[in-house]
């Protein structure tokens, strides 16, 4: 059944006057001189054994607005970092004896703010606007569930261009690389779809939501000798982190393997640190090194390369 307008409407009303009643559009929010951010970053870490990505995740806040706000909140002596007993690279976020007293003072605030509304309710009503409050935040909470990532192969209607766009943005933006360097994906991405019938050949897409975020490829037929040349591995900047990266990379080799060739080589710049770490955890090791500056600013070029798989593994 289709929703009507009117009702849309009125959800869109009654959520803005409840935003502008809870204090979330002035100053002093929660009794205090924070922002709505930081007091829900402080009670979300009141919970315990929080780190600085579930903040993230529960603020739907990217990592650099999070990595901020914590620092405000570590300066003011509200919020103390420690290592995690399982793994000492993510650190635990504490709330000191100042935070405990803090975040009191907003739970006291926010619920004498509640009673004080809900007292004007008959129970009956109480119950439906407990009941309807959390059956709209579990809708509005699904809305931010991301959509499922498929992995799929061969050309696609847009696939060029897309896998051509997704190489232009990321250099541009890391290494400084401009019109050459997308002529040459484009032109190399347009050459290899002629040979896409080769069965040596291959190209894998990553999808969510019906868009290209991700794409890999393997030529069998540029470097010759039985040599697998891996070509075009991009990852959206908003698709790092959900492990599609790692499912693009095994689905190609394991077509390598497959097809039985004698090694797989892959050309990329240094600096690329994560790349890097994820070539190598897959038995690629450093052959080569270059320095190149034919893509508009100077890199150092790496060449990387995976034996064949043995036999029985």
């Known amino acids: 059944?289709?929703?009507?307008?009117?009702?849309?409407?009125?959800?869109?009303?009654?959520?803005?006057?409840?935003?502008?009643?809870?204090?979330?559009?002035?100053?002093?929010?929660?009794?205090?001189?924070?922002?709505?951010?930081?007091?829900?970053?402080?009670?979300?870490?009141?919970?315990?054994?929080?780190?600085?990505?579930?903040?993230?995740?529960?603020?739907?806040?990217?990592?650099?607005?999070?990595?901020?706000?914590?620092?405000?909140?570590?300066?003011?002596?509200?919020?103390?970092?420690?290592?995690?007993?399982?793994?000492?690279?993510?650190?635990?976020?504490?709330?000191?004896?100042?935070?405990?007293?803090?975040?009191?003072?907003?739970?006291?605030?926010?619920?004498?703010?509640?009673?004080?509304?809900?007292?004007?309710?008959?129970?009956?009503?109480?119950?439906?606007?407990?009941?309807?409050?959390?059956?709209?935040?579990?809708?509005?909470?699904?809305?931010?569930?991301?959509?499922?990532?498929?992995?799929?192969?061969?050309?696609?209607?847009?696939?060029?261009?897309?896998?051509?766009?997704?190489?232009?943005?990321?250099?541009a933006r890391t290494a400084g690389f401009g019109q050459a360097f997308e002529s040459v994906v484009a032109g190399g991405l347009a050459e290899f779809g002629y040979r896409l019938g080769n069965p040596k050949n291959a190209i894998w897409t990553a999808i969510q939501d019906g868009q290209i975020i991700g794409s890999i490829a393997i030529d069998g037929e540029d470097m010759g000798s039985g040599k697998a040349h891996l070509r075009w591995f991009i990852v959206n900047v908003s698709a790092r982190g959900s492990g599609v990266g790692k499912q693009l990379l095994d689905t190609a080799l394991a077509f390598v393997d497959a097809q039985s060739f004698t090694e797989t080589h892959l050309w990329t710049f240094s600096g690329l640190e994560a790349a890097r770490h994820l070539y190598e955890s897959r038995s690629f090791s450093l052959a080569e090194e270059r320095p190149g500056s034919q893509w508009g600013s100077k890199v150092l070029e790496q060449r990387f390369v995976r034996p064949a798989k043995p036999e029985g593994r």
């Open 1 to 171: 059944m289709a929703l009507s307008e009117q009702i849309v409407d009125e959800i869109r009303i009654h959520s803005r006057k409840m935003v502008r009643e809870l204090g979330f559009t002035g100053r002093g929010f929660a009794g205090t001189d924070l922002s709505p951010s930081s007091v829900h970053a402080l009670l979300e870490i009141e919970k315990g054994d929080v780190a600085a990505r579930d903040i993230g995740d529960a603020l739907h806040m990217d990592k650099s607005s999070v990595s901020r706000m914590l620092r405000k909140l570590i300066d003011a002596g509200w919020v103390y970092e420690d290592s995690g007993e399982k793994d000492h690279r993510v650190k635990r976020l504490s709330l000191t004896s100042a935070g405990k007293t803090q975040v009191g003072q907003i739970n006291h605030f926010a619920r004498q703010q509640v009673q004080t509304a809900i007292e004007r309710l008959t129970p009956e009503q109480r119950h439906i606007v407990s009941n309807g409050l959390r059956l709209y935040g579990e809708a509005l909470a699904q809305t931010h569930t991301p959509a499922a990532i498929s992995i799929q192969s061969g050309y696609r209607p847009g696939v060029m261009a897309r896998i051509t766009e997704l190489h232009a943005l990321f250099y």
